[in-house]
Antibody, heavy 118, light 107 residues
């Protein structure tokens, strides 16, 4: 069965960096586009970033202003999100999600909490 | 960016009720719309794709309709496990955007 398991979240000081991971299993990871979506406490869902199946194409939410980088390792079936220059407003649960052309998101991970606080 | 406006933002309903949630896009998105269900402390769950397609394993009491700018999620007979927050999302163009959510509560 399809599984997406995020890790790497935690408490980090403003201005610091963090790297999130999403381990995929139960499907051929290298053939699917992937995304990160976040949800601030008590708020709605916000799309963060997209990466193509082969990692050659990435898209980001404008609000991130170049601070985040999405990447993938198809040999290890793992998706990453590098978060730099973190701000208090980046505090959120970060979810990875698989997508299919014409369908959109089908599977989501359970999420990992990032708390930016001094 | 395409804005999605959901209404209502919350509703109270009883088990067995028919519930309808609407999602309006700021510009036409054909049928590139999805619906998700989220329970407190849990990840979103995919319900509907392409405006009316049902994801595998989703009960048939859930249905979606619409195209262009106006979309609807209907729960034909509300069950206890359906009390949750529901989000629409467009995937016609980037950036992908979500509606603000509709919280379905027990009356």
């Amino acid at each position: 069965q399809v599984q997406l398991v995020e890790s790497g979240g935690g408490v980090v000081q403003p201005g610091k960096s963090l790297r999130l991971s999403c381990a995929a299993s139960g499907f051929t990871f290298s053939t699917y586009a992937m995304h990160w979506v976040r949800q601030a406490p008590g708020k709605g869902l916000e799309w963060v970033a997209h990466i193509s199946y082969d990692g050659t194409y990435q898209l980001y939410a404008d609000s991130l202003k170049g601070r985040f980088t999405i990447s993938r390792d198809n040999f290890k079936s793992t998706l990453h999100l590098q978060l730099n220059s973190l701000r208090a407003e980046d505090t959120a649960v970060y979810y990875c999600a698989r997508s299919i052309s014409g369908v959109g998101f089908d599977y989501w991970g359970q999420g990992t909490l990032v708390t930016v606080s001094s | 960016d395409i804005q999605l406006t959901q209404s209502p933002s919350s509703l109270s309903a009883s088990v067995g009720d028919r519930v309808t949630i609407t999602c309006r896009a700021s510009q036409g998105i054909s049928t590139s719309l999805a619906w998700f269900q989220q329970k407190p402390g849990r990840a979103p769950k995919s319900l509907i794709f392409a405006a009316s397609g049902l994801h595998s394993g989703v009960p048939s009491r859930f249905s979606g309709s619409g195209s262009g700018t106006d979309f609807t999620l209907t729960i034909s007979s509300l069950q206890p496990e359906d009390f949750a927050t529901y989000y629409c999302q467009q995937y016609k163009t980037y950036p992908l955007t979500f509606g603000g959510g509709t919280k379905v509560e027990i009356k």
